[in-house]
């Protein structure tokens, strides 16, 4: 797909760091997978903001987020990897910074799992006890399994309408307000 038919510019949702501490199964999933082989497409992710509430990963336009830091809860610095699955089936990575006072492991080892899964397939798990995630298996790539989709046509798949906040009057800058 031409990205020029996107919904989501990746300038638009390209934002400062936030000030920390303030503030349906889609067509291709934000998640971090779980019981699968997965690789991160090399240079293929973006700085943003994001929330996650009530089980949906929500994309913040760069002037809503840069307006409402540190006046909603949930609202997170995050960096957005493109994935793809062993089987071919594109995701996104959202690998979020910890707010002041939580524990920066899950996401420092989900850092680093991004940055190896660049040159192999990986598989993952939780790792409660040590609150990190840890590379359980990986297996070389064998052949062309680079995707033809570009970072912005999956982000604007895996956030529809409903879960890209790019205007005032979005119900969930109501939900997440900090009174």
């Known amino acids: ?39 991160i497409i090399p240079d293929s992710n973006i700085e943003t903001a994001v929330a996650y509430h009530n089980n949906h990963w929500y994309l913040f336009h760069s002037d809503i987020s840069n307006h409402y830091a540190g006046k909603l809860k949930k609202l997170s610095n995050a960096t957005l990897y493109q994935g793809i699955t062993d089987k071919g089936e594109e995701f996104i990575l959202p690998v979020v910074e910890p707010w002041p006072g939580y524990a920066d492991s899950w ?10 899964a ?25 052949g062309n399994t680079n995707t033809q989709s570009t970072l912005e046509h ?22 997440l307000y900090i009174d």
Not at 130 to 142: A, H, M
């Open 1 to 39: 797909m031409n990205s020029n038919n996107t919904r989501i510019k990746l300038n638009s949702i390209k934002s400062k760091k936030l000030n920390p501490g303030q503030g349906g199964s889609l067509p291709v999933r934000v998640m971090i997978p779980k019981n699968t082989f997965f690789r």
């Open 107 to 116: 996401y420092n080892s989900l850092q680093n799992i991004a940055q190896q």
């Open 118 to 142: 660049q040159d192999k397939y990986i598989k993952i798990e939780k790792n409660n006890n040590q609150d990190c995630y840890d590379i359980i298996d990986s297996k070389r790539i064998i």
């Open 154 to 175: 999956v982000i604007d798949k895996a956030f529809p309408d409903p879960y890209y906040v790019d205007y005032d009057a979005h119900t969930l800058l109501d939900e």
